[in-house]
């Protein structure tokens, strides 16, 4: 008894010193220099008051969580469907697999080089530009490249097979019984989807929300490429103060400021699901 309860010890301590070795401490190291001043030393709240008291500052996290809530809308209006073919419509499951495993196979490539590659494509003479203009769409190229549109094209290919995976997985669980027992009933086939199994899905699309929303609003590689420094999103100050400035007070004070506004965001998300649910 003793060696079990030993091994149980063993196997629960060692997640918690790693969690806390690469975590908690490097996450209180940014927050207690966020509370410094550089030059002063000391306590001091002036790197959060320049943040909270400048409008320049408000305007980027006004960029970062439009771009962030936009990429996860549009997630999940191109993910739901994409999963319900792939759970309900797909027979073949030899076809299924194929499908998610090309759904999945992007993921296993850089961030840079999936961006580079949209750099190519939303470029003045891109094949995205030339399409539209040999289909008589448009008359001149199209500036995606510098703009909030680029970037969020860049964010919904990279962020969308995690919002697909997740909506998958809950439609996966629907009980089916319900939607034979909804069809009994004299539903119909959009009744039945907007009564019963969608209601069963949103812990799924609830999950693929979050995990799409806090990707995109820390994202720094594709907004960075994509925009060439003409949009500006937090995680970009953040990298810009630790790497360029060297100003780690501030640019701790910007991460944080970072991650309390994406938490706040995520507990409203959460609640408001909840109470939709209820």
Known sequence: MTASRSVILGLVALPLVYFTAFFLVPLMTVFVASLTDAQQGGMTFSNYARILLDEYHWSVIAVTFRLGILTTLICIVLGYPLAWYLVRIVKWRTWRRICVI??????????????????????????????????????????FLGTETGILIGLVYILLPFVVLTIGNALAKVDHSLEQASADLGASSASTFWHVTFPLSIPGVVSGSIIVFALAVSAYVTPALLSGGRVTVLAVLVFQQYSSVFNFHYGGA?????????????????????????
């Open 254 to 278: 910007l991460a944080i400021t970072l991650l309390v506004f994406t938490l706040l965001m995520i507990a409203i998300a959460s609640l408001v699901s909840r109470l939709g649910a209820r």
């Open 102 to 143: 090309l759904l999945v196979l992007p993921l296993f490539t850089s961030n840079i080089v999936r961006s580079f590659g949209w750099m190519v494509l939303l470029g003045r003479n891109g094949l995205v530009n030339e399409t539209l203009q040999a289909g008589g769409l448009i008359e001149r190229p199209i500036r």
